[in-house]
């Protein structure tokens, strides 16, 4: 067979290991951006690309990765992700084979497993859709609004309550900037790690309003450090949802569990059931883990 082209095989877990692994080595690639990991902004270009899904109309979701198309590029919400985007080109250019709806959602997972955080299962099938295939503005949630929004928006993804204030402690990773969209800073001491202080912190701080010209968000009245946007807040004071902030400000471990079945669920929204590789989803071993 020398010198004849080998037949293109289907990709194996190996393979998506090795994609898990290449994002894992630029996490870090530039010690000045933010916090000094990628992983954060990572993690939401994961979420925005998957949390455009709507039940009802079947559309939207993780499948096509229609975010790099106008006009959802340029949706204010995804302000920002470009730089996300671009950081995972440099992923593509070494394995063009992947679709952008695997990798997008394989770096949200290496994202949340490098920082600490628990396995996330995923499972690899997407494919590339095109522009037609957009989502109309509006999908994602809006930060200045209260709960019934939240609700609306997740519920519209197929999330019930627990499920949402689970999902929400991703906020315990990165920060907001105002050139993006207009809030400002993190919500933890550590917006590089994966823990449950996002909601020891919503409870064990007390939060006011921040005196500024930009819109509204709650500081921490101790340090002034941190800040909480309004749907953040609203986690403590709707009495649903304040139950399972509770429970997840109580006990990291049953925060790990519930984000983890969480945002898989998250990453696996608008992909149909016949276009996974494997009827099991896995689980990426994390960077560490493979060097002992
Ligand atoms: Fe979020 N998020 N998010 N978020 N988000 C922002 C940043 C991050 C809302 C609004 C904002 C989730 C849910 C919500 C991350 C993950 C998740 C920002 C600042 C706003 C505003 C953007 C900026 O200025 O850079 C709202 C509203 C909701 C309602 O539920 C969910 C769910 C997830 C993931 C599971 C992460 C991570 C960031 C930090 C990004 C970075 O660049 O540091």
Redesign the pocket.
């Known amino acids: 067979q020398a010198g004849k082209a080998v037949t293109k095989l289907v990709p194996t877990k190996d393979d998506y290991q090795k994609v898990y692994n290449k994002i894992a080595s630029i996490l870090e690639d530039d010690s000045d951006y ?2 000094g990991s990628y992983a ?2 990572l ?2 270009l ?2 925005h690309s998957s ?1 455009t899904y709507d039940k009802d109309t079947k559309t939207g979701g993780s499948n096509y990765a229609t975010m790099r198309f106008e006009p959802e590029a340029l949706h204010g ?1 995804n ?2 992700l470009n730089i ?1 985007r671009n950081i995972m080109e440099k992923v593509k250019a070494e394995f063009d084979w992947i679709s952008y709806g695997d990798l997008w959602t394989l770096a ?1 997972v290496c ?1 949340i497993q490098e920082m600490a955080g628990p396995k996330i299962p995923w499972r690899a099938g997407r494919i590339d859709g095109f522009a037609k295939d957009v989502t109309p503005d509006g999908r ?4 200045t ?1 209260g709960a019934d929004h ?1 609700r609306n ?2 519920y519209r993804m197929g999330f019930n309550d627990q499920e ?1 204030v689970a ?5 315990a ?12 800073g ?1 919500w933890t001491f550590s ?1 590089i790690t994966f823990t449950n202080d996002y909601f020891t912190l919503l409870f064990n701080e007390k939060w006011v309003w921040r005196k500024w010209s930009g819109p509204k968000q709650l500081a921490d009245k101790k340090t002034g450090t941190l800040m909480m ?1 309004p ?2 807040y609203v986690l403590t004071q709707d009495k649903s949802f304040k139950k399972f902030a509770k429970a997840y400000a109580d006990s990291q471990d049953v925060f790990f569990k519930d ?1 983890s079945a969480a ?1 898989s669920k ?1 990453l696996e929204l608008g992909v149909p059931e016949s276009q996974w590789v494997s009827s099991e989803p896995w689980t990426m071993k994390t960077m560490d883990e493979q060097e002992s």
């Open positions: 933010d916090d954060p902004v993690l939401r994961a979420w949390g919400a302000n920002g996300a949200g994202a994602l949630p809006d930060a609004q939240l928006i997740f949402i999902l929400s402690g991703a906020h990773l990165g920060r907001c900037h105002t050139d993006r969209s207009g809030f400002e993190p917006p946007l749907t953040d984000f945002f998250l």
